[in-house]
């Protein structure tokens, strides 16, 4: 790819649940609205019983 910057690879962060709330709801429309509460990706990815797991991409 020309012009393309590298980028690194990180664990999320539950700072992070803002922009993958954001990110849920731009990508799959279908997927159960996590809507302004972003306590529920808190849940989701970083509670006692985590569902997924999710790596964040920087530069």
Same mark, same amino acid.
């Given at each position: 790819m020309t012009g393309a910057h590298p980028a690194m690879? /990180?664990?999320? /962060?539950?700072?992070?649940?803002?922009? !993958?709330? /954001? !990110?849920s /709801?731009? !990508?799959a429309a279908h997927v159960?609205?996590?809507?302004g509460d972003t306590s529920l990706i808190v849940e989701a990815c970083f509670g006692r019983e985590p569902w997924l797991?999710?790596?964040v991409a920087e530069r």
């Open positions: 690879t /990180r664990e999320a /962060r539950p700072d992070d649940a803002a922009a !993958l709330a /954001r !990110l /709801r731009a !990508l159960a609205n996590p809507g797991e999710i790596h």
